[in-house]
């Protein structure tokens, strides 16, 4: 019903944190209360079910690329145009967990937690995140600037930069 939004944006730098904490895996495992937490948002009573609406509207929307995602093989920037989504995602009761042996069962951390999420990246989006600059972002310090123009921005610049003390960019690039 509409485009992934601001708040989809910190659900999905929080999937990202919690990525890196399991090791770069292709699957993460987490919660709503760890993604909500990890994303420095509050507890309130809307967070849950925006978190939730986040995570459909995530793994549902196709995404288009042209010459955007790094090729492995070729060790160069493929010339393709691609449709893919960034994840998919299953939803894991306790029950269930429960009934497939102890493989799940250590995601429920508490009594709290009566589901869990599955999160698996897409083959493109799992390449070129071990391969390529975004692993190099610290997502505390993209969490903690609210607005999305000036994350864009920042994230930009950095990748720009390389490095390097300054940068040099016409303000209309930017624009």
């Known amino acids: ?25 292709m699957t993460v495992y987490t919660d709503y209360y760890t993604l909500i ?4 948002l509050s507890h309130d009573g809307k967070v849950y079910k925006r978190t939730e609406e986040a995570l459909e509207r995530l793994s549902e929307t196709n995404y288009v690329f042209n010459n955007i995602f790094y090729s492995n093989e070729f060790q160069n920037i493929q010339n393709d ?3 893919t989504n960034i994840f998919s995602v299953r939803i894991i009761s306790f029950k269930s967990a429960k009934e497939n ?6 995601y429920f951390r508490n009594s ?8 698996k990246l897409s083959p493109h989006f799992y390449e070129n995140i071990v391969r390529k600059g975004f692993l190099y972002f610290d997502y505390d310090n993209l969490l903690q600037i609210e ?6 921005l920042y994230t930009m610049l950095t ?3 390389n490095g390097d003390l300054y940068i040099k ?3 209309k690039l930017l624009a």
């Open 101 to 106: 042996g102890e493989r799940y069962m250590q």
């Open 37 to 40: 937490d990890e994303a420095s």
């Open 169 to 171: 960019r016409h303000s």
């Open 147 to 152: 607005n999305s123009v000036a994350r864009t």
């Open 81 to 83: 145009k691609i449709k």
């Open 112 to 119: 709290k937690i009566k589901e869990i999420i599955e999160i």
């Open 159 to 161: 990748k720009w930069r």
């Open 1 to 25: 019903s509409k485009i992934p939004q601001e708040f989809d944006e910190r659900i999905f730098l929080a999937i990202m944190r919690i990525y890196q904490k399991q090791q770069y895996k």
